[in-house]
Nanobody
Framework: QVQLVESGGGLVQPGGSLRLSCAAS????????MGWYRQAPAKQRELVAT???????NYASSVKGRFTISRDNAKNTVYLQMNSLKPEDTAVYYC??????????????WGQGTQVTVSS
């Protein structure tokens, strides 16, 4: 079994910054993609950013230039640095990881979500 635990959400004013973290733990053999998704009220969950084990990144156009995804493979942790935050960034942010475990093979896993609210 694999657990993803997110932290770092909160309330921030427009133009401010937040850093999200997500640590994976459990019977992990290897982690391929890691990423962040978000879901605003009454909207579908959408991709924010992903990063491969080799460090290749992909961003939604709405966050490109403002958000930076990074990972520490030794700690099985992915980060999302969010700068120049806008009210439209308000959402629950979910961590996602494509994990191969020792017993169960390769599967996607999700964190429980962390709320980010951008408001004055």
């Amino acid at each position: 079994q694999v657990q993803l635990v997110e932290s770092g959400g909160g309330l921030v004013q427009p133009g401010g910054s937040l850093r999200l973290s997500c640590a994976a733990s459990g019977s992990i053999f290897s982690i391929y993609f890691m990423g962040w998704y978000r879901q605003a009220p009454a909207k579908q969950r959408e991709l924010v950013a992903t990063i491969t084990s080799g460090g290749s990144t992909n961003y939604a156009s709405s966050v490109k230039g403002r958000f930076t995804i990074s990972r520490d493979n030794a700690k099985n942790t992915v980060y999302l640095q969010m700068n120049s935050l806008k009210p439209e960034d308000t959402a629950v942010y979910y961590c996602n990881a494509d994990v191969r475990t020792v017993v169960e093979g390769r599967s996607p896993y999700w964190g429980q979500g962390t709320q980010v609210t951008v408001s004055s």
